[in-house]
């Protein structure tokens, strides 16, 4: 297991579009976070998973954003009709709810144009 | 609620010069304290971690120490490298709220010249 892993990378969409990222968390961890993270900002959380239960979610995450990880193992976050405020790096971090920390994974980068 | 407060940045140094990031933090609960790092183009990495009060957490020659008394746990490094430009993240985890998410800081960026 080389880490978390995200897809895609880069994304450029226009404003009004859908779009969805995945990620892969540490197979060994049963959580698995989203954060957004703005340029300049540290990054904020979004949502969290326990398995395949989504246990918390932030006042950042409108109606637009949805996430699911249907089988506990991957997740996927999906912006419907983006905004230009969506743009920024979405981030997915696992850990195990025995510890506190979390790992992260490098990100998605999203462009809304 | 819970919050990190970070010195503001840049922080421009020198090879081999002392580094100091100051990072205090507000917590209704007993938080364990983490700083992240971000290289350019990468994703967070976890750095070091301290758990509880007085603990000191350690990791490629920077230190931080958990201070309870003036709830900080500032990020220390004796000489640091051109390698180590970078942006540092402190954040914090509430361990008496079941499965809170890490709360960060804003970041510091420290750039260190050769």
């Known amino acids: 297991d080389t880490g978390v892993s995200q897809d895609p990378r880069h994304k450029i969409t226009k404003r009004g579009q859908n779009v969805t990222f995945r990620c892969d968390p540490i197979?060994?961890?049963?959580?698995l976070y989203w954060y957004r993270q703005t340029l300049g900002q540290g990054p904020e959380f979004l949502t969290y998973f326990q398995n395949e239960a989504q246990l918390e979610k932030s006042r950042l995450l409108s109606d637009r954003f949805s996430a699911e990880r249907p089988k506990g193992s991957f997740s996927t976050l999906e912006i419907q009709r983006t905004e230009q405020g969506d743009s920024a790096m979405y981030l997915c971090?696992?850990?195990?709810?025995?510890?506190?920390?979390?790992?992260f994974g490098q990100g998605t980068r999203l462009t809304v144009v | 609620g819970d919050s990190v407060t970070q010195m503001e940045g840049p922080v421009t140094l020198s090879e081999e010069a002392f580094l100091t990031i100051n990072c205090t933090y507000t917590a209704t609960g007993y938080p364990s304290l983490f700083w992240y790092v971000q290289y350019p183009g990468e994703g967070l990495q976890l750095l070091l971690k301290a758990t509880k009060a007085d603990d000191k957490g350690s990791n490629k020659g920077f230190e931080a120490t958990y201070r309870k008394e003036t709830t900080s746990f500032h990020l220390e490094k004796g000489s640091v490298q051109v390698s180590d430009s970078a942006v540092y993240f402190c954040?914090?985890?509430?361990?008496?709220?079941?499965?809170?998410?890490?709360?960060f800081g804003k970041g510091t960026t420290l750039s260190v010249s050769s």
């Open positions: 954040a914090l985890s509430d361990r008496d709220q079941a499965g809170t998410a890490l709360i």
């Open positions: 971090a696992s850990g195990h709810s025995m510890d506190t920390e979390a790992f």
């Open positions: 197979s060994e961890h049963n959580r």
